[in-house]
Nanobody
Framework: QVQVVESGGGLVHAGASLRLSCTIS????????EGWYRQAPGTQREFVAE???????NYAHSVKDRFVISRDRAKNTVYLQMNNLKPDDTAVYYC????????????WGQGTQVTVSS
């Protein structure tokens, strides 16, 4: 079973930075996508960023130019560097890994809280 473990959340003031880390146990066929989602109270979980096998990076419009996703393959770890944080970024952030072999599956971490005060 794939294990997904996040760390790095916390409470910061607006304008600050945080880096989230996510360690994902490996699979023989790898993952079609590794990334981050978030869920604020009373809202649906939303896409934040992903990194694909060829290192293509995709971002939600709301975080583009502020957040950077990266990966250290040797450490099986994906990072989300969050800069210029805003109160609207407050949410539980979940790491996500998706595979399509042999069929579509996705794996979630337990989530890490990010709180941005104004």
């Amino acid at each position: 079973q794939v294990q997904v473990v996040e760390s790095g959340g916390g409470l910061v003031h607006a304008g600050a930075s945080l880096r989230l880390s996510c360690t994902i146990s490996r699979r023989p066929y790898g993952f079609a996508s590794e990334g981050w989602y978030r869920q604020a109270p009373g809202t649906q979980r939303e896409f934040v960023a992903e990194i694909l096998p060829d290192d293509t990076k995709n971002y939600a419009h709301s975080v583009k130019d502020r957040f950077v996703i990266s990966r250290d393959r040797a450490k099986n770890t994906v990072y989300l560097q969050m800069n210029n944080l805003k109160p609207d970024d407050t949410a539980v952030y979940y790491c996500n890994a998706q595979t399509t072999i042999p069929s579509f599956q996705e794996f979630w971490g337990q989530g890490t809280q990010v709180t941005v005060s104004s």
